[in-house]
C-alpha cells in the first residue's frame, strides 16, 4: 500500500514569495491534516479536512495561508506571502475517517525562507 | 503552561539500556498517541491508547487515565531506536483535535 506522498520535499524561497505544497493521501483515507513542524516543537495543526470539507483550520493564519483539497483527494497548502518565521517542515497525514484513529504521515515539505 | 508536557527533552543511552519517556498532559483526552519521528521528517504511530498498556516488540506504552500521564518505554535499547519520539493526545468533547508535545530526542549509543 502506497503511503501519503508530498513534494517537494524542500523548497528555498526569499520572503515575500509564494510557496505551494502539494499532498496525496492514502487511497481512501477521508481525513487529510496539514502540520506545521517549527524545529525543536512538535507538529502543530494548520487545517483538517474531511473529504473536501473543512473540519478544522482554526490555527491556520488565513491572511497568508490558504489550502484546497478539490474532489476530496489531493490537497495542495499554498503560503502568499511567505515570512521568514514560515520557515519550517509541512507536514501532511491522513487517517482512513477521523483524529481517533491512526494518522500515517508523509515525509514532509522542509521550507526554508531567507 | 502547555497542554501537553514531555520529559526528558533531550536522552542519551548506551546500547542495551532501558529507556523510558514520560508525557503528562492537562486536558481530558479520550485517547494518546506515542509517535517517531527519524531524521529527514517521517512520522510513524507507534501506539495509540486509551487506557492500561500496550506492547509491541521491545517497545510498551502505558497511561493512567486517573494521572493525565503516559510512558513510553524502549527495553534492549539499539542505536536504531535514535529518534523523537512524540506523545500527543486527542482532546475528548465535541472538539476533537490532536495536541502533540514538542517530543524526546533520544540517542542511544553503541
Known amino acids: 500500500e502506497a503511503g501519503v506522498a508530498q513534494s517537494p520535499r524542500y523548497k528555498i524561497i526569499e520572503k515575500r514569495q509564494s510557496v505551494a505544497f502539494w499532498c496525496n493521501p492514502i487511497?481512501?483515507?477521508?481525513?487529510l491534516y496539514w502540520y506545521q513542524q517549527i524545529l525543536g516543537q512538535g507538529p502543530k495543526l494548520l487545517i483538517q479536512?474531511?473529504?473536501?470539507?473543512?473540519?478544522?483550520d482554526s490555527q491556520l493564519p488565513k491572511d497568508r495561508f490558504s489550502a484546497e483539497r478539490l474532489k476530496g483527494v489531493d490537497s495542495t497548502l499554498k503560503i502568499q506571502p511567505a515570512k521568514l518565521e514560515d520557515s519550517a517542515v509541512y507536514l501532511c497525514?491522513?487517517?482512513?475517517?477521523?483524529?481517533?484513529?491512526?494518522?500515517?504521515f508523509g515525509p514532509g515539505t522542509r521550507l526554508l525562507v531567507l | 503552561k502547555n497542554e501537553v508536557e514531555q520529559s526528558p527533552q533531550n536522552l542519551t543511552a548506551q546500547e542495551g539500556e532501558f529507556i523510558t519517556i514520560n508525557c503528562s498532559y492537562s486536558v481530558g483526552i479520550s485517547a494518546l498517541h506515542w509517535l517517531q519521528q527519524h531524521p529527514g521528517g517521517g512520522i510513524v504511530s507507534l501506539f495509540m491508547l486509551s487506557s492500561g498498556k500496550k506492547k509491541h516488540g521491545r517497545l510498551i506504552a502505558t497511561i493512567n487515565i486517573q494521572e493525565k500521564h503516559s510512558s513510553l518505554h524502549i527495553t534492549a535499547s539499539h542505536p536504531r531506536d535514535s529518534a523523537v519520539y512524540i506523545c500527543a493526545v486527542i482532546s475528548s468533547g465535541s472538539a476533537r483535535q490532536l495536541t502533540f508535545g514538542s517530543g524526546t530526542q533520544l540517542t542511544v549509543l553503541p
Open positions: 479536512f474531511q473529504n473536501n470539507g473543512v473540519v478544522d
Open positions: 497525514a491522513s487517517s482512513l475517517v477521523g483524529v481517533g484513529e491512526t494518522q500515517y
Open positions: 487511497s481512501g483515507h477521508a481525513t
